[in-house]
């Protein structure tokens, strides 16, 4: 008990100077006064203080940057860049520090041989080089004492959120209490190793026809909660082009199968690995694409699917309301949501990033979230871990091919799976839907507007306020026939596309149509 308010203290101290700060920033004198400008250096030095002080208070807040670090929604850019170091910031420690006896289900004995030097290290765990069995192994260990001190700052975030919250900007409260259940959520599953394994060999079973991508196997005789013991996988790590190229590979090619890879896993398996930064991949020798480390995973439903599919072949089509719709299916918008004005504001930013030509995933993203801050928004769990697989993927290809683009792969990925042709196929069946429905509606409009024209001639139907001439009535009838035949010209010509026979019919229709356009003219001439 004595641990909590220890580290609730510290916490506070630390992070104490930062709210002052940026308090003053909007009030000078904290409650009064006008705002402060703050030049971009400034920026940049506080948030390496802050990424510092993440830092020295451990896995928890380490991980709290990772995260943060993909949330444009709630951190400006130089945070978001600073947070980012976070990622490779935990060196590996001595085996001293790991305390064997402390770690449940770790026993050096099963092992012919354990080398005590780790090769990784996260915030969570250390992973070491052993033998089993004649085997070469790799085994994860948690780091002892880590799920109690990840506990201790879980209770000590709930108590600070809602204080945090309260001095937020108000754009940003809904998000910050979602993202700090989102993050338990992610840390505990994280600490779970059992969970992890199970993970990991449900992927290698979803890849094991491929040959272009391969994990570790899991080996569930010396792996429990704590340590995860798999089969050891050797490679170059991905970032490192001038080894790549050694080894015979070509970079942009390396690049291209990361990405394919994570859209085989989030478009057509549904399961994910969340984490793609370059300590988590690499290449082996036959060219395949090797992930580690599967703490941070997502799933999708197949509903869920269907949706980020539409997502993307909405946004292809620039269809702003298909958009709006499939935001409020995820649960990112309130259903209520004013469409119009969102509609509106969308439009400008799709037509504001084709006139700058951005490609860049982030971009892209912070651009969305500066105009969706407006309105009713937050990040579903599921949809947060998208952003953050595209964000910290879109740097780590980066790395490998400076010219990579993100959003051309997608395109190229999608259309080599027919992904694309079937966006197309919808469009056209709505399309034809559209035009068949119009079609059904000109059938019967003439006969209905020749009745209230004829009861309009025969003084039967009065508008009052109005005097209603036969030559009005006669103009009326000449409208109606122009709107009715161009209705069927457009359609005819969606349907043939579709259908020839459809097409051919809506022709003769038209051609119809015509003749009884050009015979009311005729009439209101002779009316006027």
């Not at 510290?10 to 003053?24: K, Q």
């Not at 600073?82 to 004995?109: H, R, S, T």
């Not at 780091?143 to 600070?160: A, C, H, I, Q, S």
């Not at 395949?288 to 197949?302: C, E, K, L, N, S």
């Amino acid at each position: 008990m004595a641990r909590y308010p220890v580290r609730l203290v510290r916490v506070v101290r630390e992070f104490l100077p930062f709210v002052l700060t940026a308090l003053r920033d909007r009030r000078r004198f904290l409650v009064v006064g006008g705002s402060r400008t703050v030049t971009e250096s400034e920026q940049r030095a506080r948030a390496q203080d802050v990424r510092q002080t993440l830092l020295d208070l451990g896995p928890t807040f380490v991980k709290i940057g990772q995260v943060l670090s993909t949330r444009p929604d709630i951190v400006p850019p130089v945070y978001a860049e600073e947070f980012a170091m976070l990622q490779d910031a935990i060196p590996p420690g001595p085996f001293g520090e790991m305390d064997p006896a402390a770690v449940p289900g770790l026993d050096l004995d099963e092992f012919e041989r354990f080398d005590t030097d780790p090769v990784a290290g996260g915030s969570l765990a250390q992973v070491y080089e052993a033998r089993y069995r004649g085997q070469r192994v790799a085994v994860k260990v948690r780091r002892p004492g880590v799920v109690d001190l990840v506990e201790t700052d879980l209770r000590v975030l709930d108590r600070l959120i809602p204080v945090i919250a309260r001095f937020a900007p108000r754009r940003h409260r809904f998000s910050l209490r979602n993202l700090a259940d989102d993050f338990q959520t992610i840390i505990l599953e994280e600490l779970d190793f059992e969970r992890e394994g199970r993970v990991m060999a449900e992927i290698r079973e979803n890849f094991a026809d491929d040959e272009t991508v391969v994990t570790p196997r899991r080996i569930p005789a010396v792996s429990s909660e704590s340590v995860l013991a798999m089969t050891f996988v050797e490679s170059t790590k991905i970032t490192d082009t001038e080894a790549l190229r050694r080894a015979g590979f070509d970079p942009k090619d390396a690049a291209r199968k990361v990405a394919n890879a994570y859209f085989t896993m989030g478009i057509d398996h549904g399961l994910f690995h969340g984490d793609p930064h370059p300590g988590n991949l690499g290449l082996d020798r036959r060219g395949r694409v090797v992930i580690y480390d599967f703490g941070m995973t997502g799933r999708f439903t197949p509903e869920m699917q269907e949706a980020i599919l539409d997502l993307y072949l909405a946004a292809v089509r620039r269809d702003v309301d298909t958009i709006i719709d499939t935001l409020i299916d995820l649960g990112a918008l309130d259903p209520a949501v004013d469409r119009a004005s969102i509609a509106y504001v969308l439009r400008l930013v799709i037509a504001d990033l084709e006139g700058r030509g951005v490609t860049d995933w982030r971009d892209i993203i912070e651009e969305a979230m500066a105009v969706l801050q407006s309105f009713p928004f937050r990040i579903p769990p599921d949809l947060m871990l998208v952003i953050r697989v595209g964000t910290v993927g879109e740097g780590t290809l980066r790395q490998i091919d400076p010219e990579f683009d993100f959003i051309a792969a997608a395109r190229e990925f999608l259309a080599a799976h027919g992904y694309l042709g079937r966006g197309v196929e919808g469009l056209t069946r709505e399309l034809r839907d559209d035009a068949l429905a119009s079609a059904q509606s000109a059938v019967r409009l003439p006969a209905a507007l020749e009745t209230v024209l004829d009861q309009l001639a025969r003084g039967e139907l009065s508008i009052q306020g109005l005097d209603l001439q036969a030559p009005l009535v006669a103009i009326g009838r000449v409208l109606a026939y122009a709107i009715i035949t161009a209705a069927w010209v457009v359609g005819s010509s969606i349907l043939t596309d579709t259908s020839p026979v459809f097409g051919a019919i809506g022709y003769a229709i038209a051609t119809f149509m015509t003749v009884l356009f050009l015979l009311s003219v005729r009439n209101a001439r002779r009316a006027g």
